[in-house]
Structure formats: structure tokens, C-alpha cells
């Protein structure tokens, strides 16, 4: 383990792993296959890059999450690590390209998702790669009693059957005892180990509040707990709403959503991180991969679909190790319309039937073409088009996603890239003959370098333009000329949503969706949406202990700092010893609001229920009204 100390400090600066990290890398670089299971900001990308980089050979790593794979890949050029990406959005030529460099090239990491080890080119080059170990992320999503099961997951499957001789660690934030037995089974785990760090949170305090004025009570957390804060809530309507409430009753905030531009989305995040603002009010769809450990407080000012997203999203708060808090705000309409979320969420198969037919139409997409093909999206144009519902076709989509026919990206951002494959003689000779494109070809190479004759480069249109001189229109007219003319390949950027179709495209009648599995499937969401409730309902037992036992650690003993234990320590003093109390309080006559003043808050309802027993039994007198005197 001496050489992974060394890769650690070296490439990340620590000298020690975080506590299970090392006892997982060395299962890993050992050779047996791994599933790891350390909580949100445990540091499980460490436990399989730290691995790779102590043996020979490539490593695929498996997420669904484009902007976690892309921000990971980034993070690995900066240390001077090879590592690319690969995934929807991308031009056939560009996957093609970072593909060959995978096999001839000296890169070390490979990602990709799931959906991609279905596609022909990816079978086929990968015959050719130096894979010695399988990275699967987020890989509960394996599992069909997982709570974001995945379809195109069982792939890896035949996927690893292919690379024999390569071991495996699955990593993810929560899993039950039964996914846990799936993942390794879909897996085709052989000589495998488990290590799970515990679920509990020593430094994190849950809260749930039940509260019809959840706006009011929303105030009074973020003025009761200071530092940054994150506030979820189930619809982008809502974080403009809340954000706007918040800034208006003097609290710092903004909103952040799928459907904001890509520049709007990462000036947000920047500035949030900056603490520029306080409180960022977001969909779920915000803080995946964002490395911020001084959060105090997450909020959920909806109900969360279920506990183990719950559990990730609260873990936000607190990863510094310092105190922070993760709180529910509910009103009684919240727990009455759960049903109806999972009903609304499971439209009828024929209505599945006809927003995949309408998606056929729409992208002109023939039957059995189409594999991997990603498109721009709109969810309102799309709708109009065909006189839809747009909540009911977002719904629709989103199963059929689960089914595994499609993908919905809503966060999609690629920025525009250029690389110039020919090389600098190329460039050279088209720059000689086309004087007009002189500044421009000048600006890209003052800014960008001998770097695009190597690889795709992310650039920015607005800063070459600036740079030669030019209108940003013009400058993108050029650079779509340079790619037609074959000296340099630009790919502009993407920053719609995008739908992805997994498969070959169907006869919508033919869809193969199994209704028995259908059903089974609202089932099982319906249960994890009961388990909400429950939590939600449950002000006897500590909240922490209720997460364990819901993830099945036994033995859980309570926490001491969620709202369930904080009450159960504000037990009212003794009557005998609170009588002798306000007896001496009581020798001249005093108001109720003298007397309380000498009590702690938590003890002020007790002391109130004395008093009334004081004066039931003699022992007060209640003098001008409002005055209290021993008698």
C-alpha cells in the first residue's frame, strides 16, 4: 500500500486516506472485485482512481451522470492524469477519435455510460483496450429494488464477460441489504469483498417540521442556522418563487434549474460556492458533484420521492465534519397528494405507446434506426406539437426512460470544441491562401495553442472574435467553413436538453413493455413513498436511527441531535422541584412573565402547567389580574 500513500499525496496532496478509503483500495489493487458503499462526500472516486493508477492498463468507468463524468475528467487532465469522456451529445468522429486514443493512446481512464457499451463502435474497440478494471458508479441503479433502477446497467454484465481478466469495484452512497445482494449478482461478482461505512451522520442534525406556513418556517431556520444553504423543492416554478421570497425578506438567495442555459447554471453554481449569495433554491437536479463542505443547512421544502435520495441530498449539508443541519418542511397537503405523485408518475402504457410514437414523428426516426442518437429537446414545442400535456408527457418520458427505451437529459451543456487532426502544415497552407481568415486562425492559436493540434479543445467563440477582431457571428461562420473545408473539426456547443433513444427505434405498438413489471415497478415506488411518510410522521423515534434501520444497520443507537432526541431531552423539571422554585420567585407579587424569565425556553410549558397547579391547589394567588403571589 506504500505506492497508493504515494499516488495519493502525490496527485491529491493527502497524506492519508480518508477512514475505509485504503482497506477498499487495497481490496481493489489486490484483485478482488469491490463494492464500497461510503456515504455522499465519502470520497469514492479516490477509491478506484488511486487503483488504476497503481497498475498497468485502462479503466472504464461506468456513470450516468454526463456532468459528473465530465467534471471528473477534467479533474484528472488538471493532475496531469489522461482521462476522457464519452457520451451523448458527442459527434460520431469525436467518440470515434477519443475511442482510437483509448486503444492506441496512453489514456487511463475511460468514461462512459451505461447506455454506451451497447453501441457497435464502443464492442468493438474495446476488444482492443488494455482494460484491467471496471469502475461502476452510482450502482444501486443495477438493481430493479434499487429506487433508480436502470436498464441499460445490465450490460456490464456482458460487458465484463468480454475482459475476463478485469476486476470490478461497484461504488454507491445507499443500498439495502437486498440491493446490495443484486448488485453483486448482476455484476457476476467472483472472490468479492463488501465494505460499508456506517450511514449515521454524528455531525448532521435531521428535522422535520409539519407546518402550514412552510415559508414562514423556512425564515426561521435560515435565522436560526447561519452559513450557506440549500433549499430543494420538486418544480422550477417554485425556486423562482422562493428565491424571490427569500431575497425580499432580507436573506441572500438564488435559483437554480435543468432548464436554465448552461452559462446561467455555472454562473450560479460559481458564485454559490463563492459564497456570493446564501442560499441557492434548486431542483434536484443541483448539487451532484458540487464540492462545497461548509453547507449548514438543506432543506426540503417538498417531500422527497423516497429515502435514500433523501439521504444523499440531506448529506449535502455537513461534509466539512462540522455541525449542520437537514430538515423537512411538511404540511398536511404534502402527505395527502403522496399517492397521487406515484399515480401521476405511472401514466398508461398506451399513453407510453403514443409520446414514443409522437418522438418517432417528431425526429423523423424509422423503425429500427436511431441506436444512440441524441437530439435537441423541447418539452413545450414538442407538447404543442401534438397537443399534449406537458406534465403528463415529462412524466411519460421519464418512465420511459426507466423502461430503457430512452434517455431525457435536461441539464445538457457541451461547449463548442475544435481540433485540427491535419496539423499545423494544414492550417498553415489554408491560412496562406485565405488571408481573410488570417486574425481569426491567429486568435484560436494565441488562445488555445499547438494544444487542438493534439486533441478536441473546449473554446469560446465570444473570446476569439474578441481576439480577432471580428463579430461573434462572423467568427462562428469561419470556424463552421474551417470544418467544412476539412482543415479543423468544430463542434458547436449543445446546451438544450437532450433525448437520447437506447434502443433501435420501435413500432410503438410493438413497445415491449411488460405490464406485470410495470405494475411491480409502481409498487415498489408507491412502498418508498410510504417509507417518507412514515418518517415524516414518526416524532417518537430518532430520525437516525429511523434512516439505519430503513438501510437495515442494526443496532442504531439515537443520535442526540435530531428534533426527536433535542425533545426528549427537554423534559420538564420535577413538580416538587419547580414548586420550591417559583415559591421563591413568588414572595412579592410578580407577573407570569417575571417568573419565566428565570427558566430555560425548553422548560417554559413546564413551569406554565405548575402554575396552574399552584393556584388549582392554594399554593398561588392571582392578584389584579395579572399578578402572581405566594399565598
Not at 342 to 359: C, E, G, M, N, W
Request: aromatic share 10%.
Amino acid at each position: 500500500m506504500s505506492e497508493a500513500r504515494e499516488i495519493l499525496k502525490r496527485h491529491w496532496g493527502f497524506d492519508h486516506f480518508r477512514p475505509m478509503q485504503e482497506e477498499i483500495v487495497a481490496s481493489v489493487i489486490e484483485g478482488f472485485d469491490t463494492l464500497a458503499l461510503l456515504p455522499t462526500g465519502g470520497g469514492k472516486s479516490i477509491c478506484f482512481q488511486v487503483p488504476a493508477l497503481a497498475r498497468e492498463g485502462l479503466c472504464v468507468a461506468i456513470t450516468p451522470l454526463i456532468a459528473l463524468m465530465r467534471d471528473q475528467t477534467e479533474r484528472l487532465k488538471k493532475k496531469g492524469i489522461p482521462a476522457v469522456a464519452v457520451h451523448s451529445g458527442m459527434s460520431p468522429r469525436e467518440i470515434d477519435y477519443l475511442l482510437d486514443n483509448c486503444v492506441y493512446g496512453n489514456i487511463k481512464f475511460l468514461y462512459l455510460s451505461p447506455e454506451r457499451l451497447l453501441s457497435p463502435i464502443f464492442k468493438e474497440r474495446s476488444k482492443k483496450m488494455p482494460i484491467s478494471l471496471i469502475a461502476v458508479d452510482e450502482a444501486h441503479c443495477i438493481s430493479q429494488w434499487g429506487y433508480d433502477f436502470r436498464p441499460a446497467y445490465l450490460e456490464i454484465a456482458a460487458f465484463r464477460e468480454t475482459v475476463p481478466n478485469a476486476n470490478i469495484i461497484a461504488l454507491t452512497a445507499t443500498a439495502t441489504a437486498r440491493v446490495k445482494r443484486d448488485i453483486q449478482e448482476k455484476l457476476l461478482f467472483r472472490n468479492g469483498r463488501v465494505f460499508q461505512k456506517s450511514f449515521a451522520r454524528p455531525n448532521l442534525s435531521y428535522i422535520v417540521k409539519r407546518q402550514e406556513d412552510k415559508d414562514r418556517k423556512l425564515l426561521e431556520a435560515l435565522t436560526s442556522v447561519s452559513g450557506p444553504a440549500i433549499i430543494y423543492v420538486r418544480s422550477r416554478k417554485k425556486t423562482r418563487e422562493i428565491a424571490a421570497f427569500l431575497q425580499r425578506n432580507g436573506v441572500s438567495a438564488d435559483y437554480y434549474h435543468a432548464g436554465l442555459g448552461d452559462k446561467e447554471r455555472a454562473d450560479k453554481q460559481d458564485r454559490w460556492i463563492a459564497n456570493q449569495f446564501r442560499a441557492m433554491v434548486a431542483t434536484n437536479a443541483f448539487g451532484m458533484g458540487i464540492d462545497k463542505p461548509d453547507v449548514r443547512l438543506v432543506v426540503h421544502m417538498d417531500l422527497p420521492e423516497n429515502l435514500e435520495s433523501y439521504y444523499q441530498e440531506a448529506g449535502r449539508a455537513g461534509r466539512d465534519g462540522k455541525k449542520a443541519f437537514a430538515a423537512i418542511i411538511a404540511d398536511e397537503g404534502d402527505l395527502i397528494n403522496l399517492e397521487g405523485r406515484v399515480t401521476r408518475s405511472f401514466p398508461s402504457i398506451d399513453f407510453l405507446k403514443k409520446v414514443y410514437q409522437a418522438l418517432a414523428n417528431y425526429y423523423q426516426a424509422a423503425v429500427g434506426g436511431n441506436l444512440l442518437a441524441s437530439f435537441d429537446f423541447d418539452l413545450e414545442h414538442f407538447s404543442k406539437t401534438f397537443n399534449l400535456n406537458p406534465y403528463e408527457v415529462y412524466g411519460a418520458l421519464k418512465r420511459l426512460e426507466t423502461e430503457g427505451f430512452l434517455q431525457l437529459n435536461e441539464s445538457f451543456s457541451n461547449p463548442s470544441r475544435i481540433f485540427a487532426p491535419a496539423g499545423k502544415k494544414a492550417l498553415y497552407e489554408f491560412q496562406i491562401a485565405h488571408a481573410d481568415y488570417d486574425a481569426l486562425i491567429k486568435a484560436i492559436l494565441r488562445l488555445y495553442g499547438g494544444e487542438i493540434f493534439a486533441e478536441y479543445v473546449n473554446i469560446e467563440e465570444s473570446r476569439i472574435a474578441f481576439i480577432a477582431k471580428t463579430p461573434e457571428a462572423e467568427a462562428v461562420r469561419k470556424l463552421e467553413y474551417l470544418d467544412k473545408c476539412g482543415v479543423a473539426i468544430y463542434d458547436k456547443k449543445k446546451d438544450k436538453p437532450q433525448i437520447t433513444f437506447l434502443t433501435p427505434r420501435y413500432d410503438a405498438e410493438r413497445l415491449p413493455i411488460k405490464s406485470a413489471n410495470y405494475n411491480e415497478r409502481r409498487a415498489l415506488e408507491l412502498a418508498n413513498m410510504e417509507a417518507v411518510a412514515r418518517y415524516v410522521q414518526n416524532d417518537r423515534e430518532c430520525r437516525t436511527r429511523q434512516l439505519l434501520e430503513y438501510f437495515e444497520e442494526a443496532n442504531a443507537g439515537e443520535c442526540g441531535v435530531c428534533d426527536v432526541c433535542i425533545a426528549r431531552k427537554k423534559t420538564p423539571l420535577p413538580f416538587p422541584e419547580l414548586r420550591e422554585k417559583i415559591r421563591g420567585l413568588t414572595d412579592r407579587p410578580v407577573a407570569m412573565d417575571g417568573i419565566l424569565s428565570h427558566f430555560k425556553p425548553s422548560e417554559k410549558d413546564g413551569v406554565v402547567e405548575a402554575i396552574e397547579k399552584m393556584l388549582d391547589n392554594g399554593d398561588l394567588e392571582l392578584i389584579d389580574g395579572n399578578l402572581l403571589v405566594w399565598k
